[in-house]
């Protein structure tokens, strides 16, 4: 659900065939960057502390509303970091095209193509990497975010080609 929002807001954009290409400048892409910079990194360290906040000193007969507050202020800084994200890279895309900077290599697009692909199949081999496989107890918690990520790119990409290379895998990915 949360995604709907930013395809919601794409969809309302477009409907009233809004123009965007006047922010298209290197001022507001440098913008966009400074403030994703900022407030990306304060809000997910406020997120982390909301959802650990202490209630002692605080006589609430109900501690589900601070929950549901707490929750709700949560989604809400995420929601605002995301579009500031968005924003940056809309924008900077929007600058480098305008400037006639962007040519999309051919290998590019075709990996494009397994995206799907990979986004299905990461979940399931990440599951598999980490509790069926003793991996993380050999590289520890510091290097298994990256070597997960590295294998589970490689895996998935992999898996997504060979899918690709059937109808039924065109079917259901393609």
Known sequence: MYYMLFFYVGYILQRENVSLERFYTLKHSVIALVLFCLL???????????????????????????????FSLSKLLQIIYSFAGLAMLFLFVGYKEKMGKVEMPQ?????????????LLQQFILVGLYDYTTIPSIVGCYWLPLIGFVITLIVSVLIAF?????KTGRFLIG
């Open 107 to 119: 290998w590019l697009i075709n990996f494009g193509r397994l995206c799907f692909g990979v986004y």
């Open 162 to 166: 060979l899918m690709m290379k059937t």
């Open 40 to 70: 990306f990194p304060a809000f997910t360290l406020l997120k982390e502390k909301l959802g650990h906040t202490s209630m002692e000193g605080i006589m609430f007969d109900n501690q589900l509303i601070i929950k549901a507050l707490d």
